[in-house]
């Protein structure tokens, strides 16, 4: 299994660009989530789904979007890039009930 | 809302001691599961221990074990004959298991590093 995988590992936009992070996980889990992660902070969850076709806000969902058309994946878009989304941004995957296990991470600057 | 406080930004230890982080957590719930999580330089999340709420036999995996004291709301890490390769960030994270939530609530970390 490659487990969860996010691509890019890095990018770079200007302000009012917009863009797509993709993640995939291959171990059929139910639950999938993004999360971004601040300097000095952890974790934050941005939106999160429990299932094909469900999705649902978290913590800091304003400007960012999801779908899950599938059960493999889950893409976060920004729909126009701001400096305040600088950073380092999570996805993870799970079983009911199980922990999450997460991507390596996309480093996101926003210009 | 749930929190969780991690009161050490930093930690070191000497190779082959034993170092034990603190985590506090604040919750309404009974029912939960905490996670301890370790993120070094690569930036991958590594899940090093998790606990059920409602198991009060105290976690252990290899050289990390757990101090899970329920009533007190705490948590705490502790690493065995420590080795180079602990050296990163340790979050500890708080779930709750009831009504499907997805969230994880992550303290702020804590810098642990091994001198030689």
């Known amino acids: 299994n490659a487990g969860v995988t996010q691509t890019p590992k890095f990018q770079v936009l200007k302000t009012g660009q917009s863009m797509t992070l993709q993640c995939a996980q291959d171990m059929n889990h139910e639950y999938m989530s993004w999360y971004r992660q601040d300097p000095g902070m952890g974790l934050r969850l941005i939106h999160y789904s429990v299932g094909a076709g469900i999705t649902d806000q978290g913590e800091v969902p304003n400007g960012y979007n999801v779908s899950r058309s599938t059960t493999e994946d889950f893409p976060l878009r920004l729909l126009s890039a701001a400096p305040s989304q600088t950073s380092v941004y999570f996805c993870a995957s799970r079983h009911y009930s199980y922990e999450q296990y997460f991507g390596p991470g996309t480093r996101l600057t926003v210009t | 809302a749930q929190t969780v406080t991690q009161s050490q930004p930093e930690m070191s230890v000497q190779e082959a001691e034993t170092v034990t982080l603190s985590c506090t957590y604040d919750t309404s719930e009974s029912d939960y599961y905490l996670f301890w999580y370790k993120q070094p330089p690569s930036r991958q999340m590594i899940l090093v221990i998790r606990?059920?709420?409602?198991?009060?036999q105290n976690a252990t995996e290899n050289r990390f074990s757990v101090n899970f004291q329920k009533a007190a709301k705490s948590f705490s890490l502790k690493i065995s004959d420590s080795q180079l390769g602990d050296a990163a960030m340790y979050f500890c994270?708080?779930?709750?298991?009831?009504?499907?939530?997805?969230?994880?609530?992550f303290g702020k970390g804590t810098k642990l590093t091994v001198n030689p």
């Open positions: 606990q059920e709420a409602y198991k009060q």
């Open positions: 994270a708080y779930r709750r298991s009831q009504g499907g939530s997805e969230k994880l609530v």
